[in-house]
Nanobody
Framework: QVQLVESGGGLVQAGGSLRLSCAAS????????MGWFRQAPGKDREFVAA????????YYADSVKGRFTISRDNAKNTVPLQMNSLKPEDTAVYYCARQKWVGGVGKSQYDYEDWGQGTQVTVSS
């Protein structure tokens, strides 16, 4: 099992930037793909970005492609999410999670477990 703690959320104006971080504990962290998801009030949790165990492969939702960048540092057990050109529709609670199995990179929340507690991102217009 991996314990995950998100941080870096806050209030920012449209067009601004935030850098979220996901800190992981557990010796198996580097074995698994990791993902970022978000959930806005009244909406389902949705995929934002994911990264393979090696960091070589990354995937993004169409809504954030070109604005968000996911990365990972397996030596430090962290998965940052750099968010640029933020829009009001990016407002949500952001969660990181570990993929349930080794290999491949899932894009569904049902592919992931060990969810963090989330960090609030609010983008004002």
């Amino acid at each position: 099992q991996v314990q995950l703690v998100e941080s870096g959320g806050g209030l920012v104006q449209a067009g601004g930037s935030l850098r979220l971080s996901c800190a992981a504990s557990g010796r198996t962290f580097s074995t698994y793909a990791m993902g970022w998801f978000r959930q806005a009030p009244g909406k389902d949790r949705e995929f934002v970005a994911a990264i393979s165990w090696s960091g070589y492969s990354t995937y993004y939702a169409d809504s954030v492609k070109g604005r968000f960048t996911i990365s990972r540092d397996n030596a430090k057990n962290t998965v940052p999410l750099q968010m640029n050109s933020l829009k009001p529709e990016d407002t949500a609670v952001y969660y990181c999670a570990r993929q349930k199995w080794v290999g491949g990179v899932g894009k569904s929340q049902y592919d992931y477990e060990d969810w963090g507690q989330g960090t609030q991102v609010t983008v004002s217009s």
